[in-house]
């Protein structure tokens, strides 16, 4: 098939918060970044409602006119945009190579802002209204939505450390918190499950799946069916929320084998700034966070993304997850900062006095 080729400073795989921001730095610094919306333009704050804790909008915003705003910032200061998604990359070389069906893109830096989905039951009543009751009563995100559900009974399904961390925050709101597991035992780490089990607005039901989440749109949440694992007994639990909390898996498919990942595949960056191991490649967002997983959090490695990308392409030292600094042409400084090795192989001291005396000592 013959593809498009274009040809761009940044790229950007992603238009959730951490992508846009990225956006709009990189379009401030003229670099024109090219932002593939993939295919969820805008993120998961798309499928969302009330989003009340994202600074600036003191009344609180809803989830697409939030990320809407978002596209408009970047646009202004020339973002351009593809509506359709990376089905192959390779990062072998510079530029690197992302494919579409339609286009080759040749990118001299690459920001991956590709995010996470929340793992779903695939249970009737769960998907986003109104087709279910997503953003009804039905949450993968307590600190998103915990507030929401004051004085509610609700429960929290799951085992492992994501389920006992949502089931003890939710415990600040919720009348009663249910966690409805479907083995006898937690997956939990020991300390996540004492927690748990000592706080005292937590129930348990063990030996249960939840098979259907019950409600109206004009309702909301008002039960949930549960299926004992043990007997094939049926019953239906009421509640007002149900909080899904299975895990993430975050975007990276297209990455493995080219980009180191932890175990459950969340990116690894330095930290310090949102370098991966391949110099000129940056990730950001929920892509490689799977701690904070917040709109705040992924814009704001967004905007380290864009200025680390800005950097490297001026032929600044970025600062990458080994604590090694690499420049663009390949000049990298030691993490101790003593020595800098030029991409021939020869190693100088950045200490600027030896420096200078071997200079002299040559007679240079
Ligand atoms: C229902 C819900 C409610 C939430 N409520 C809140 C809230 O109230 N407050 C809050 O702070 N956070 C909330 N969150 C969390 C918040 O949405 C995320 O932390 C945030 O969206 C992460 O941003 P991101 O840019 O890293 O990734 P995402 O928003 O996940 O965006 C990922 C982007 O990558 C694109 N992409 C994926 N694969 C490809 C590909 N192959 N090619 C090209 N593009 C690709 C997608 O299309 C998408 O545009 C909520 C999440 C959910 C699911």
Redesign the pocket.
Known sequence: MTRNTLHKEVVI???????LTAAIYAARADLKPLV??????????T??TE????PGFSKGIQGPELMQEFEEQARRFGAEFLVT??TEVDLSERPFTLRTDEHEIEAETLII????S?KWLGIPGEAPAPQGLGGLGV???AT??GFFFKGKSIIVVGGGDTAMEEANFLTRYASRVTVVHRRDHLRASKIMQDKAFRNDKIDFIWNTDVTEILGTQETGVTGARLKDTKTGEDSVFPCEGVFVAIGHKP?TD?FKGQLKMDEVGYLITAGRTMATEIPGVFAC???QDSFY????T?AGTGCMAAIDAERFLDNLPVPMPSGDEITMEGELVTADHQLIVLPDGEVISNNAEAATEGASASGD
């Open positions: 795989i992603g238009s959730g918060p951490a992508g593939i919306h993939g295919p969820q333009p805008g993120g998961q704050l499928i969302t989003v009340e804790n994202y998604y990376i802002a590709s995010g996470a929340a949450s993968a995100c998103c939505d975007n297209l967002g929920d892509v997983r917040q709109a705040v992924a």
